[in-house]
């Protein structure tokens, strides 16, 4: 069984906040980092109105399954690295995300398309999970009940399974968040204006232009990375999966491999 770790304080601010407004139904996703052995979701974004109009609450039916998927899109390309769109969150009553009614399904199809687009960018680390779950998470809009489940978006034949949900008050403290900047020269060899040969043409001149980012990108990916003097390893706290540590000084260097 996944164990999923939510930041005490970014749930029960979303819960407070869709309570006293009101609102009847509500989407949105789950921020955070993917391990094999527990989960840590440190936000939950809900998904922005496509087309404000005066602000009264909506139901099902200012739910579009496309517009979640792009803000997932979205949101992923913003994130830092180290942290994924980890799932959905639905805000409802108990009895319309029943296993197998049309809700569940939904949620089902769009944890689906986002892991394909993860899948696709090839730049989301999922901290050593093999990447074949997406969390569903249900916040009861009746019973203020909280429940969690994990979708197989690899075998549909697996449907969904149970996970443990636990509630740890500032969690995002136990994070250490590292920045880092990489320069670099990059020349382009293009024909002047009036050359004896032809100029480039636009596909040519991009084909030139990736190749010569490509290969920089490879350094990157050979960079090793040091916190303060020590060489990270693949432990617990390295990839996400909890632990101290908050506080201290942070210094990173990189040498090329």
């Given amino acids: 069984m996944r164990v999923v770790v939510v930041d005490n304080d970014a749930l029960e601010g ?10 009847p139904v509500a989407t949105g ?15 939950l974004l809900e998904t922005p109105d496509e087309a404000p109009d005066s602000g009264n609450p909506k139901g099902w039916e200012g739910v579009d399954e496309t517009w979640v998927v792009e803000h997932a899109k979205e949101v992923q390309r913003m ?13 409802c009553p108990a009895d319309q995300v029943g296993s197998g009614g049309s809700k569940m399904n939904m949620a089902f199809s769009i944890l689906r398309k986002i892991s ?3 899948g696709a960018n090839g730049a989301v680390d999922m901290g050593g999970d093999d990447g074949s ?10 019973t203020k009940r909280n429940t969690c489940k994990a979708f197989n978006v690899k075998d549909t034949s697996k449907g969904a399974h149970p ?5 740890l008050p500032k969690l995002s403290s136990s994070f250490l968040s590292l920045s880092s900047s990489f320069r670099f020269r990059m020349e382009v060899p293009l024909h002047a ?11 040519e001149l991009w084909a030139h232009i990736k190749n010569a980012v490509s290969a920089q990108l490879a350094r990157i990916d050979r960079t090793v990375a040091l916190v303060d003097g020590r060489l990270a390893t693949i432990d617990p706290l390295a990839a996400g999966g909890g632990g101290g540590g908050g506080g201290a000084s942070i210094g990173a260097t990189a040498g090329m491999g």
């Avoid at 779950?133 to 009746?142: G, N, V």
């Avoid at 996970?163 to 509630?167: D, R, V």
């Avoid at 204006?193 to 596909?203: D, F, S, T, Y």
């Fill in 116 to 118: 394909r687009f993860q």
């Fill in 79 to 91: 994130l830092p690295g180290g942290l994924c769109v980890m799932g959905l969150f639905f805000f």
């Fill in 133 to 142: 779950e997406r969390l569903f998470l249900h916040i009861c809009s009746k």
């Fill in 14 to 23: 979303k819960q407070a906040a869709f309570f006293s407004k009101r609102v």
């Fill in 29 to 43: 996703l789950l921020i955070g980092r993917m391990t094999p052995t527990r989960d840590h979701v440190l936000a």
């Fill in 193 to 203: 204006k009036g050359h004896e040969e032809a100029p480039l043409e636009h596909a």
């Fill in 163 to 167: 996970a443990e949900l636990k509630t």
